[in-house]
């Protein structure tokens, strides 16, 4: 590993001073300043983030993104808040999903009642994800 770099005074004059909350600390040799070295997490494609972004925009719920995306919805959560992401307005009309393949896409739009507006049709990987805006009577809006 690379000598860690001091965050107070950005040395890289450090030593190993014991280990807090099972990281490794450190201690600056030049100011005297205690340390840890940031814990290395698993790093998420910036695809998938901004595709949630766009689904939480669109007024898919936390948990429903983890499932179409195999994301935890805490990490959604994060990313809301970290991108300053404004709560999208609330409506009685709820979106709904589907995950399809792009032949179940054209059979789906050949249907004359599924041209109706409120859908949306997003790529998700190999697949395509079909929002469909519901009212709170089951009828499309």
């Known amino acids: 590993m690379d000598q860690p770099i001091c965050p107070k005074c ?21 100011c005297g300043y205690h340390f840890s ?9 910036t695809y ?12 898919v719920s936390y948990r429903e ?18 991108y300053a ?11 709904t999903s589907q995950v399809l393949s792009r032949e179940e896409v054209q059979t789906y739009f050949q249907q004359p009642e599924n041209l109706a507006g409120g859908t949306l049709v997003t790529e998700a990987g190999d697949k395509f994800l079909l929002l469909r805006w519901e009212g709170p009577s089951g009828k499309k809006s």
Do not use: F, T
């Not at 070295?37 to 494609?45: S, T």
């Not at 998938?48 to 007024?59: F, N, R, S, T």
């Open 10 to 30: 950005s040395s890289k004059d450090a030593a190993k001073s014991g280990v807090v909350g099972g990281r490794q600390r450190y201690k600056c040799k030049h």
């Open 37 to 45: 070295v940031a814990k290395i997490g698993r790093e998420v494609n």
């Open 48 to 59: 998938y983030v901004v595709k949630a972004l766009q689904l939480y925009l669109e007024g």
């Open 65 to 82: 993104i983890e499932r179409l995306l195999g994301v935890s919805h805490v990490s959604v959560m994060n990313w809301v808040k970290k």
């Open 85 to 95: 992401v404004s709560a999208p307005r609330q409506s009685e009309a709820r979106p």
